[in-house]
């Protein structure tokens, strides 16, 4: 029942910026806590963000004051805002209901020249 449907991935130049969506349906969406991860091929999952029903933020240490993330409760929508990109943040971009197993299919992000 829960979805999840990434969007917003692309080819960037580093340095650049990005801004990744994630519209939610299936679920309590105000007072649900939400996450951002990736993945490169032949590694772990990585967290990357969270964001609490209440607005509450956490970041890893790799993306903290270049990547935002924010939801939107109107419309169901996590986004996580990504600036001064660089080629190790290359991945497959997935969002989450913390707790939950359900993911998204993922969006692809890729800092190259």
């Known amino acids: 029942q829960v979805q999840l449907v990434e969007s917003g991935g692309g080819l960037v130049q580093p340095g650049g910026s990005l801004r990744l969506s994630c519209a939610a349906s299936?679920?309590?969406?105000?007072?649900?806590?939400m996450g951002w991860y990736r993945q490169v091929p032949g590694k772990q999952r990585e967290w990357v963000a969270s964001?609490?029903?209440?607005?509450?933020?956490n970041y890893a240490d790799s993306v903290k004051s270049r990547f935002t993330i924010f939801r939107d409760n109107a419309v169901n929508t996590v986004y996580l805002q990504m600036n001064s990109l660089k080629p190790e943040d290359t991945a497959v971009y997935y969002c989450?209901?913390?707790?939950?197993?359900?993911w998204g299919q993922g969006t692809q992000v890729t800092v190259s020249s």
């Open positions: 989450s209901v913390v707790g939950t197993p359900y």
């Open positions: 299936g679920i309590i969406f105000r007072i649900s806590n």
């Open positions: 964001i609490t029903g209440g607005g509450s933020t």
